[in-house]
C-alpha cells in the first residue's frame, strides 16, 4: 500500500483509481463542481466516487430540531465563510442539501448521483458514477 499527498488536479493521475472519496468536505468548497470535476477525471472506467455530507432536511423549518441547528450553526461560523472565499465561490455552507449535491455532481459531469442505502442520524451517503 502507498500513501502520499498529490493535487487531485494533477492530470498525470487521470483514470487510475476505481474509487474516489470525499468525506465532510464537499459543502467547504468554494468551487465544489471544480473539485467534483477533478475526482471524475480520478477515476477508472467503472470507477465510482462516495461523498459523505450532512444529513439535513430538505427545506428550512422552525422546528428544524436540534441536528439542524447545529449544522445552521456550524455553517454560519466556519463552513459557510470558508466556501465564499475567492471569486465566484458557491458558498454553500454546512446545510449542503441532496438537490445542491446532485445539481454539483451533474455539472461536473457525473451521470449519476444516487443516496446510497446507509442509514445515519448525522451523514447522507452519495455515490456517483460518470
Known sequence: MEFS???AADSRLSGRYDLVTMFEALHDMAHPVDVLTSAR???????SML???ERTAEHFA???GDVERLN???SVLHCLPVGMVGDDAAGTGTVIREGTVRA???QAGFTECVV????NDF???YLLTP
Open 41 to 47: 477525471m480520478l477515476l477508472s472506467p467503472g470507477g
Open 116 to 119: 446510497a442505502p446507509i442509514e
Open 123 to 125: 451523514w447522507r451517503f
Open 104 to 106: 454539483y455532481a451533474r
Open 51 to 53: 461523498v459523505a455530507d
Open 72 to 74: 445552521y450553526g456550524m
Open 5 to 7: 499527498c498529490r493535487d
Open 62 to 64: 422552525v422546528d428544524a
